[in-house]
Structure formats: C-alpha cells, structure tokens
C-alpha cells in the first residue's frame, strides 16, 4: 500500500513506535517510493515526534521513550547473542572461559565466540567481578538484566513464506503492524 501524504504516514508511523522498538520506516511505508518515505521520516522527527539514528547503512525511527536503543534492538534479534546473555544471566558469577565454551556450543571456541563475547562487554551487559589466579570471573550487569526481561517481551514471529524469515527488518514491522502468526 502506497502512502499518499503525511497524516496517512504518521498515523502507521505512531502505531509502529506504540510499542516503544525502533522501526524503520520503509518498512512501515511499503510500496511508497524512498524519497518520498525518506520525506515523511524527516518530517515527522523535525515535528520532535520520534528521533532519528543510522544503523547499518539504514535509517530506523526511535520513540522518545525507547524500551532499546538500535543497537541493543538488533542485539536481541540475534538468537546466538541472546543464548550468550542468557547463560549470563542463569550464572551468577563465571569465568570468561567459561562464557566462552557456552557460547561456542558444541564447537570449539572461535572467532565468532570472542566477538560475541566482546560484544556483551561493549554493550555493558557483563562486568568483570574479579579475577583469581590469572582467571577472570564475570556477572551480569543491571543493564544486562533488564535487556533479558525486554526480550523475552520481544517475541519474534515465523514467517508464512520461508524466506521472509531471512529479513530481520520485517521482525518489528510484522509485531506492531499484525497480529504474530504462528506464535
């Protein structure tokens, strides 16, 4: 569905951040051409209604009000990063070898798995407590804690057509736009 002018965008645009996730907003304005969607964010943020960030290349709306910012938001789309805060949060202290082998799985610890971990700690998720004999012990921090409770909030829909799954984008346009299908 085209939009047509500003009230028509504004009104998907407010039912979209009712929720309090980043959105963006060529996803709520389907089928508009981008200069004109691109139009109608610019305006809606200038009229202090929503503010605006750039995230990968993207342009997301955030609510003044955000439950996540951009970054957390994508952060909990990732199911490898939320098992990793998920193991934080289920152990109240542990090594950081530990994290690593929960986060490998049943791999060996790699690349992926330090960067997973790295990204915990750069988003304040995790905290060093202390270290013992060359071993550093982590816990999770109050941010951590309340980004685990946002997200089991955050339920992410399956898809009708398989390939939609793909798309991370389409998550929170189908969650405040329609209903969940096949919860």
Excluded: C
Excluded at 148 to 171: C, M
């Amino acid at each position: 569905m085209s939009v047509k002018n500003e009230k028509q965008a504004f009104a998907l645009f407010d039912a979209a951040l009712a929720n309090g996730f980043p959105m963006r907003p060529r996803d709520i304005l389907e089928g508009t051409p981008a200069a004109k969607a691109s139009q109608f964010m610019r305006s809606y943020v200038r009229q202090g209604r929503a503010s605006y960030e750039t995230w990968s290349n993207q342009d997301w709306l955030v609510p003044h009000e955000a439950r996540l910012d951009v970054e957390q938001f994508h952060f909990i789309q990732s199911p490898r990063h939320l098992s990793a805060l998920a193991y934080a949060h289920s152990h109240r202290i542990f090594s950081q070898k530990d994290l690593f082998a929960a986060i490998a799985g049943d791999r060996p610890v790699d690349a992926e798995a330090r960067k997973t971990a790295a990204r915990l700690w750069h988003l304040d998720l995790v905290e060093q407590r202390s270290e013992t004999g060359g071993e550093k012990y982590f816990g999770i921090t109050p941010k951590g804690r309340k980004l685990i409770e946002v997200a089991r909030d955050y339920h992410v829909p399956q898809f009708e057509v398989r390939g939609d799954s793909a798309d991370l984008s389409k998550f929170h346009t189908v969650l405040d736009l329609e209903a969940v299908r096949n919860p």
